[in-house]
């Protein structure tokens, strides 16, 4: 069975959605981190006995964690980890370890509104402030430099000329949680390909 690690930072209805989608499926999601207390961690925890780990960005820099990741993850021989709502930086060997087999979801359709510092609400009011007539989400493989890994693929969502950033990220949002399981569902496939 494809063996999926997810780390999470926030709300987790990204990882819900790989839950539901994949678990004990065509996938098994092993183990949630997170790196700081969330709801995502509680639920995957409370809702689906999901074993997690807390590796909190109080107590340990992102080479720490990403480091602990690594660690964990080589263990358990898991074959993708997903970014589905991160913040921390992941670097060091993981990157190297683990290279087209990290995957992160961002709610914008890179190049534009990716990088430092562009994450949640910044990225949609941003794209309103900018009068983009067009945003979406990207799903891409994580390397060194922050947002630049090679697309999987995107999904684009229409700016209304009523739109607020909250308006826009709800419905972009949803494209997210179609996003990544097709993303996900390719990578299994290659998986299985690769294999045959
Ligand atoms: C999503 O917008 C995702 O694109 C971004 O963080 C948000 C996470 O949402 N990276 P959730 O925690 O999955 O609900």
Redesign the pocket.
Known sequence: MFKIAIL?S??????LNIIESFQGKSAEILTVFADRPCK?LEKAQDIYNIPTKLLNKKDLSNLEIANKVHEECVKLKVDLIV????LSIIGGKILEDFENKII????SLLPKYGGPGM??MNVHNQVIKNQENTSG?TVHFVTKDVDQGKIILQKQVKVEKNDTGETL?KR??IQ?HIAIIEAINILIKQHEDERV
């Open positions: 999470v926030g709300t987790g209805s990204n990882m995502a970014l589905a709502g991160f992160n979801i961002h709610p994450y949640g989400c990220q972009i949002l997210e």
